[in-house]
């Protein structure tokens, strides 16, 4: 009664030692993976779109490696995506868990999805939004719209003889431009969230010294 079953590990103990340190990094090379193969998504997607990948031969020791700039930049985001993310999960992770075991397994892998979440969805949407405004079906669900509601067909038509300049800018400019806005913009939601955090932890402490008097 009250005991937990363990599971018994059978192979070397040197093994058993790697797992036990790289455990808890788990989450985070899962999230560093996805955020990789988003930027590399993006990157294989401008370069279909005519981006020229221009590339710069470094020497490492006698030899000579190509190395891409544009690639770089998206890698480094995805680096950004990774400290955001880790600094916020921190944070969120085991504040106010319950002390039963089951209930702090289950949250924590609730949270970290969460996180992961709050970091990628906006990250990934304002990665892609300007392509998607331009794409032909949004185009023509926006006129669909425009047709059905007259009174918004004037703002579709001046959003996109706005946005028509922004458009025709090229592809590297494309490039640098959503990878800023998307990093900005990952940037307010995280901060907003841990500014959420401490007031919520803020909050708390104040009750609890409320009650205590």
């Given at each position: 009664?009250?005991?937990?079953?363990?599971?018994?590990?059978?192979?070397?103990?040197?093994?058993?030692?790697?797992?036990?340190?790289?455990?808890?990094?788990?989450?985070?090379?899962?999230?560093?993976?996805?955020?990789?193969?988003?930027?590399?998504?993006?990157?294989?997607?401008?370069?279909?779109?005519?981006?020229?990948?221009?590339?710069?031969?470094?020497?490492?020791?006698?030899?000579?490696?190509?190395?891409?700039?544009?690639?770089?930049?998206a890698l480094g985001n995805a680096v950004l995506l990774v400290s955001l993310w880790?600094?916020?999960?921190?944070?969120?992770?085991?504040?106010?868990?319950?002390?039963?075991?089951?209930?702090?397994?289950?949250?924590?892998?609730?949270?970290?999805?969460?996180?992961?979440?709050?970091?990628?969805?906006?990250?990934?949407?304002?990665?892609?939004?300007?392509?998607?405004?331009?794409?032909?079906?949004?185009?023509?669900?926006?006129?669909?719209?425009?047709?059905?509601?007259?009174?918004?067909?004037?703002?579709?038509?001046?959003?996109?003889?706005?946005?028509?300049?922004?458009?025709?800018?090229?592809?590297?400019?494309?490039?640098?431009?959503?990878?800023?806005?998307?990093?900005?913009?990952?940037?307010?939601?995280?901060?907003?969230?841990?500014?959420?955090?401490?007031?919520?932890?803020?909050?708390?402490?104040?009750?609890?010294?409320?009650?205590?008097?």
């Amino acid at each position: 009664m009250g005991t937990e079953d363990k599971i018994v590990f059978h192979g070397p103990r040197w093994l058993y030692g790697f797992w036990q340190s790289t455990r808890a990094r788990i989450p985070l090379l899962g999230f560093a993976l996805v955020s990789a193969l988003i930027e590399l998504f993006y990157f294989d997607f401008m370069i279909s779109r005519g981006m020229l990948d221009k590339q710069v031969q470094l020497q490492l020791g006698g030899w000579l490696t190509p190395f891409s700039i544009t690639l770089a930049l998206a890698l480094g985001n995805a680096v950004l995506l990774v400290s955001l993310w880790q600094s916020l999960f921190e944070r969120i992770a085991y504040a106010g868990l319950s002390s039963d075991r089951r209930v702090r397994r289950i949250m924590y892998l609730l949270r970290m999805i969460r996180t992961s979440a709050l970091i990628l969805a906006p990250f990934t949407i304002l990665l892609f939004l300007p392509y998607i405004l331009e794409s032909t079906w949004w185009v023509g669900l926006a006129n669909g719209v425009g047709n059905s509601v007259p009174s918004l067909r004037g703002s579709i038509d001046g959003f996109y003889s706005w946005s028509y300049g922004l458009s025709r800018m090229d592809a590297p400019t494309k490039f640098i431009a959503s990878q800023l806005i998307a990093s900005f913009g990952t940037i307010v939601v995280a901060g907003l969230q841990l500014w959420r955090v401490q007031s919520a932890r803020g909050l708390t402490k104040i009750v609890q010294r409320r009650r205590l008097r």
